[in-house]
Every structure is written in structure tokens, then in C-alpha cells.
């Protein structure tokens, strides 16, 4: 049973455009969430998180978005850039601590010149 | 400062063997936390390490296990290997303990590629 879904595997974008990956969960526990980048041969890298008390939070080009009716969080990319290609994992915790982090299968962002 | 460092990078076993996994932490960081990556189910958590002492536990059968020393190095142990256990195994250093609070970055190593043949 998976608690946290990214249901699209890959994305393309084309360089300057808006990346919009997304990340549904089940479990209304959670109370924080974040995304990681990943590059071959490279371990992820933390890139934004969000707490469950806010329904937004921004850094520089990145932006996560939280909709806790739906069970829903997305994070937009703006503008895109070739350097952004990588995979993107979304994770959810609960409790107040990182410990445990579930984590969603990822989606392989493609950004084109 | 150097990041966290995992060896080996590779590895080949044959199924019913163990095999023995090394991470070594950023400078300072004592939390040392274990993930396994695999196609089919994505990233999973295996067990925290923090001050020598197992704080966090996935669920994983206890084949897999592992131990941290005095100097917050780490050390995941799987024994009698299965085909399913062909995986990127990653760990990620933290300043203190994945419970301690939400604001606690990891950061990971590049991970060890276990082939199970």
C-alpha cells in the first residue's frame, strides 16, 4: 500500500516553461513533507519542504504547493532550466520528526534547450 | 567539508551470502540514517543510527542490520542475501537525530550498488 504516489514516472519541459510535478498521499497524518532532487551516480539533495500548517512555501525558483483536502502537494518549477533534469522524489512524515520519511517513487524531469 | 562517502560503490554477491556496507558521516554529523532504492518500490527507509544506538526502525525484515561507532561512521549488514536485495543502498548524515525535528536536513551519499546474482 503506497502512502505517498507520484503517478507521473517522467515529464518534459521545454527551458523557460513552468515544471509542474505532483505528489498525492493517503495518509492524513502527515504533517511534513518534502521533495528531494536526484542526479545519476549522485545521492538526492533536499530542495523545499512544506509543514501541513501552511498551504505554501517558496525558495527562489521553487515553489511547493500543500491542498490538505485533497491529499494533494505539487511542487512548480519556474522558469525550468536544463540543469533542473533530474529525478524528483516527494516524502511525507509525521510526529513532528524526519524519522521514517516515506518516500514516493519519483519522476524523472527532462528539461529541453 | 567533505560530504558523506559510502564503499564500496559496487558490489557483485551471490544469493546466501552477507555482505557489509560502510558509510561514513559528514564531519560532526551523528545521525546516520539507511535507504534502499529499487525500481519497484521506490526509496525505503531502513534504520536510523545515533550515538551508537538504533533509533528508527523500517520495515525490514532482520536480515538487514546494522551499527554505528564511537566516531558516527556506520556499517549495514544484509545477511543471506536474496535476489530482491539487488538495490541502490544510499545513507544520509544529519546533525542530530531524525526525531529531534522536522528542520533536520540529510544529506546522502552517492550510494552503494548491491548486485545480487
Known amino acids: 500500500d503506497q502512502q505517498v504516489k507520484q503517478n507521473s514516472p517522467s515529464l518534459s519541459v521545454q527551458e523557460g516553461r513552468i515544471s509542474i510535478l505532483n505528489c498525492d498521499y493517503t495518509?492524513?497524518?502527515?504533517?511534513?513533507f518534502l521533495w528531494y532532487k536526484k542526479y545519476p551516480a549522485e545521492g538526492p539533495t533536499f530542495l523545499i519542504s512544506?509543514?501541513?500548517?501552511?498551504d505554501k512555501n517558496e525558495d527562489g525558483r521553487f515553489t511547493v504547493f500543500l491542498n490538505k483536502s485533497a491529499k494533494h502537494l505539487s511542487l512548480h518549477i519556474v522558469p525550468s532550466q536544463p540543469g533542473d533534469s533530474a529525478v524528483y522524489f516527494c516524502?511525507?512524515?509525521?510526529?513532528?520528526?524526519?524519522?521514517?520519511?516515506?518516500f514516493g517513487k519519483g519522476t524523472k524531469l527532462s528539461v529541453k534547450p | 567539508k567533505a560530504g558523506v562517502t559510502q564503499t564500496p560503490r559496487y558490489l557483485i554477491k551471490t544469493r546466501g551470502q552477507q555482505v557489509t556496507l560502510s558509510c561514513s558521516p559528514i564531519?560532526?554529523?551523528?545521525?546516520v540514517s539507511w535507504y534502499q532504492q529499487t525500481p519497484g518500490q521506490g526509496l525505503q527507509f531502513l534504520f536510523e543510527?545515533?550515538?551508537?544506538?538504533?533509533?528508527n526502525k523500517g520495515n525490514f525484515p532482520g536480515r538487514f542490520s546494522g551499527r554505528q561507532f564511537s566516531n558516527s561512521r556506520s556499517e549495514m549488514n544484509v545477511s543471506t542475501l536474496e535476489l530482491g536485495d539487488s538495490a541502490l543502498y544510499l545513507c544520509?548524515?544529519?546533525?542530530?537525530?531524525?526525531?529531534?525535528?522536522?528542520?533536520?536536513?540529510?544529506?546522502f551519499g552517492p550510494g552503494t550498488r548491491l548486485t545480487v546474482l
Open positions: 516524502a511525507a512524515t509525521r510526529g513532528g520528526s524526519q524519522g521514517n520519511l516515506i
Open positions: 544520509a548524515s544529519s546533525l542530530v537525530s531524525l526525531a529531534a525535528s522536522w528542520y533536520n536536513e540529510q544529506f
Open positions: 543510527y545515533f550515538s551508537e544506538t538504533q533509533r
Open positions: 564531519s560532526g554529523h551523528r545521525s
Open positions: 512544506i509543514s501541513s500548517i501552511k
Open positions: 495518509n492524513s497524518m502527515f504533517d511534513y
